[in-house]
């Protein structure tokens, strides 16, 4: 389902991106003809559950040896595709479908009901 949502995100990001700007941004990047595929939104909205279910428990990203709490670790991540989703950098990379499936994801959440203490 996040990653569902985050495919909706990602085209409203576009659509507003095209509505703004009169040039055609997939064929100023010369992307128009190429397909995009990928289950990053979703993964994301994967990542936000972890965080947020087990905000404590520690992370590690290869080949980093550090562990980084959950909570910190996304929150990065989230910081990080905000800002490169804005600055337009890394061509290729859908950004704001990666904000999306955490969105997704924390909206999902709250609406099950999950990490709530159960009685």
């Given amino acids: 389902i996040t990653g569902i949502g985050a495919s909706f995100i990602y085209s409203f990001v576009n659509i507003y991106d095209m509505l703004q700007f009169p040039v055609d941004s997939e064929a100023y990047w010369r992307m128009a003809a190429t397909p ?4 990053s939104g979703a993964i994301f909205g994967i990542l936000i559950a972890y965080a947020y279910l087990f905000p404590n428990n520690e992370m590690i990203i290869f080949p980093f040896p550090i562990p980084i709490k959950a909570k910190y670790l996304v929150g990065f991540y989230a910081v990080y595709e905000l800002y490169s989703g804005i600055q337009g950098s890394s061509m290729g990379i859908a950004h704001f479908a ?22």
């Avoid at 990666?98 to 203490?117: C, R, S, T, W």
């Fill in 36 to 39: 995009m595929v990928g289950a």
């Fill in 98 to 119: 990666h904000i999306g499936g955490l969105l997704i994801g924390f909206i999902l959440l709250k609406f099950f009901g999950f990490g709530k203490a159960q009685h």
